[in-house]
């Protein structure tokens, strides 16, 4: 039974550029939800899917987008980056109704 | 929104060791759970608890919701215990409010 992937592991961007993250969930799982986590703090939440729809988002500006395809996975886009977003975006899924929630093993972004 | 407090920050040990690590929260939850950090960032579930006492090998965890509260217990600490644990607490909306995580370090 595969878990939570998530691509790439690793990012490098420039200031500015514009990134694109993908997560895959758990098999049987419909809700896919993504937070940020700087270094040396707990993950904040950014927002979750669930049908294709976005259904809550956290504190975070519209540069932050999301998609979530008929499959159930699901991206996380950020445009015109900033030094600030560099931390590690975890991707989380779970089965609407029944709220235990897994979660891959990250994508660490740098901004440079 | 809800907040969510852990303690102590940081903890070191000797192999061994037992430890208890401690989340409060400010509101009534409909799901907790801990996890552990590994050194690449993967979340890894430890215990899916919002109420009640659950055991699984040398950890326990005990959540007593009407107070507020979450206890994970760590029983003869082994160094590849060592790490950053984590409580969050979801209260409405399947969104997860983290604490800031007690960090683990167990010495051999």
């Known amino acids: 039974d595969a878990g939570v992937t998530q691509s790439p592991t690793h990012l490098i961007k420039t200031r500015g550029q514009q990134v694109t993250l993908r997560c895959s969930p758990k098999s049987g799982h419909d809700t896919v939800s993504w937070y940020q986590q700087a270094l040396g703090q707990g993950p904040q939440f950014i927002f979750q899917y669930y049908e294709e729809e976005e259904r809550q988002r956290g504190n975070f500006p519209d540069r932050f987008s999301g998609h979530q395809f008929p499959n159930y996975s699901s991206e996380l886009n950020v445009n015109a980056l900033l030094l600030g977003d560099s931390a590690l975006y975890l991707c989380?899924?779970?089965?609407?109704?029944?709220?235990?929630?897994?979660f891959g093993q990250g994508t660490r972004l740098t901004v440079v | 929104g809800i907040q969510v407090e852990q303690s102590p920050p940081d903890l070191i040990l000797q192999e061994g060791a037992n430890s208890t690590l401690r989340c409060n929260f400010s509101?009534?939850?409909?799901?907790l759970q801990w996890f552990h950090q590994n050194p690449w960032g993967q979340l890894i579930n430890l215990f899916y608890i919002p109420s009640g006492t659950k055991q699984n090998g040398r950890l326990s965890a005990t959540t007593v919701a009407t107070e507020r509260y979450s206890l994970l217990y760590i029983s003869s600490s082994q160094t590849t215990d060592s790490g950053v644990y984590f409580c969050a607490v979801e209260s409405s909306g399947s969104r997860l409010t983290f604490g800031e995580g007690t960090q683990l370090t167990v010495n051999p």
């Open positions: 509101d009534s939850v409909n799901n």
């Open positions: 989380a899924s779970s089965l609407i109704g029944a709220t235990e929630a897994f």
